[in-house]
């Protein structure tokens, strides 16, 4: 199994960036889907990105699409969240998720999770 660890959260102004980093230990990182899960208080949990093993296919949610980019580095084991022009509601934990099956958008099939790194976007 893999165990994944977020960091790189904390708090930015609006229209500021943050990168969110994912590492992952244990079983080699490339054998994982990984995605980008945020969770805003008194809300669900929501997807936000993922990406492929290979990283060849990767997917934001189309409403985050041209501020908000996965990626990762197999060499290294990590994966990471670029945000860009951070919004407000942009406000909540992410998690990072990794599943030995395809690709996902659902929370529910991943089987492996970080404790979460807390965003804030102040206005």
């Known amino acids: 199994q893999v165990q994944v660890v977020e960091s790189g959260g904390g708090l930015v102004q609006a229209g500021g960036s943050l990168r969110l980093s994912c590492a992952a230990s244990?079983?080699?990182?490339?054998?994982?889907?990984m995605a980008w899960f945020r969770q805003a208080p008194g809300k669900e949990r929501e997807f936000v990105a993922v990406?492929?093993?290979?990283?060849?296919?990767?997917y934001s949610v189309e409403s985050m699409k041209a501020r908000f980019t996965i990626s990762r580095d197999n060499v290294k084991n990590t994966v990471y969240l670029q945000m860009n022009k951070l919004e407000p509601e942009d406000t909540a934990v992410y998690y990072c998720?990794?599943?030995?099956?395809?690709?996902?958008?659902?929370?529910?099939?991943?089987?492996?999770w970080g404790q979460g790194t807390q965003v804030t976007v102040s206005s």
């Open positions: 998720a990794a599943r030995e099956g395809g690709n996902s958008r659902s929370p529910y099939e991943y089987e492996y």
């Open positions: 244990g079983r080699t990182a490339s054998s994982y889907s």
């Open positions: 990406i492929s093993r290979s990283g060849a296919y990767a």
